[in-house]
């Protein structure tokens, strides 16, 4: 009866990550998300007619040196100078799968994004906490639509002189019975979005080259 357990607990010991599914979304003006939790199982499949940007994350993802083998065979198919792959990757993708970037440049037409750290040198540095990124990519899988990740000011009003006065004015709920502004029902602040910055700078990048015309 030990052997089972035994597998059990070394089935849990790889994490969160290996149990993501692989997934896909659009996130329109060419540029297609897909997410590889285990490499090769779960690369995408390869159309030579199909001639679209791609981001491919890589995060948290599982793999070997067979997979970092068909990773690469996979993006010299894929990715090109007018057709770039965005790949996603951070300190918790599986160091084979990281191994061949060690290097900028690896492959044409691939650029890879992420939270630097001592395992990981990307082309394209983000600022995000380990905590942030990994509730981010979590609520990648829930959200139907995905560009709630990536907009910060979705539901800002827009800053005009007419708001502006507005805000300047205190509010009558929070004035004391002299009428000075008091503390009698201070308003909590909403929380901040939840966004993907990761993802959020690779979708940037990709519409950057689009307004250079380099894609």
């Given amino acids: 009866m030990k052997k089972p357990f035994s597998s059990l607990l070394l089935i849990f010991s ?3 990550g290996l149990f993501a599914a692989p997934l896909e979304r659009d996130l329109s003006r060419g540029l297609i998300y897909h997410r590889a939790p285990n490499v090769p199982a ?3 499949a390869t159309n030579p007619a199909e001639k679209r940007s791609r981001v491919l994350d890589l995060r948290y993802a599982q793999g070997n040196d067979d997979g970092a083998t ?3 065979a996979w993006l010299r198919t894929n990715a090109t100078t007018r057709t770039p792959v965005f790949l996603l990757a951070n300190a918790e993708t599986n160091p084979a799968l990281l191994a061949p970037f060690a290097r900028q440049n690896a492959v044409e037409g691939v650029l890879t994004v992420g939270p630097s750290s001592a395992r990981f040198n990307p082309d394209i540095a983000v600022k995000v906490s380990p905590e942030i990124e990994r509730r981010a ?3 990648i899988e829930a959200q139907t639509e995905i560009e709630s990740l990536l907009k910060e000011n979705s539901d800002k009003l827009r800053n005009d002189e007419a708001r502006l006065a507005k805000e300047r004015q205190p509010d009558p709920a929070l004035l004391d019975d002299a009428g000075t502004p008091g503390e009698k029902n201070p308003v909590a602040k909403p929380p901040a979005p939840l966004i993907d910055l990761t993802l959020q700078r690779a979708m940037q990048l990709h519409r950057g080259l689009q307004a250079l015309k380099k894609i």
């Fill in 14 to 16: 790889f994490g969160a």
């Fill in 42 to 44: 779960d690369l995408p």
């Fill in 70 to 72: 068909a990773l690469i």
């Fill in 137 to 139: 990519y979590d609520a």
